[in-house]
Nanobody, 122 residues
Framework: QVQLVESGGGLVQPGGSLRLSCAASGTIFSAHAMGWYRQAPGKQRELVAAITRRGVTNYADSVKGRFTISRDNAKNTVFLQMNSLQPEDTAVYYC????????????????WGQGTQVTVSS
């Protein structure tokens, strides 16, 4: 059973930055592709960034150039550096330990952490 613990969220002004962390346990971290999702009130959960086992990254168009996903396999942790934050980035952010399919798409597992709230407001 995979356990995921997200942290690093908070309240930030537009244009500000946050760095989210997700610590994984109960699995072989390096065997997983990792993804960051977010869910805003009244909206579906969406994938914002993913990183393969080998470190290849992909981003949603809405965050490309502003967010950076990275991983530290020695610490079983994935990060999401978020810069130039905007009010539309407000959401609960979740990480997921999934897999990459043959087309390079991220396939999430059924295990989710509690998420971390990011609020962008002046």
């Amino acid at each position: 059973q995979v356990q995921l613990v997200e942290s690093g969220g908070g309240l930030v002004q537009p244009g500000g930055s946050l760095r989210l962390s997700c610590a994984a346990s109960g699995t072989i971290f390096s065997a997983h592709a990792m993804g960051w999702y977010r869910q805003a009130p009244g909206k579906q959960r969406e994938l914002v960034a993913a990183i393969t086992r080998r470190g290849v990254t992909n981003y949603a168009d809405s965050v490309k150039g502003r967010f950076t996903i990275s991983r530290d396999n020695a610490k079983n942790t994935v990060f999401l550096q978020m810069n130039s934050l905007q009010p539309e980035d407000t959401a609960v952010y979740y990480c997921n330990a999934g897999q990459q399919d043959s087309r390079g798409s991220f396939i999430p597992s059924d295990s989710w952490g509690q998420g971390t709230q990011v609020t962008v407001s002046s």
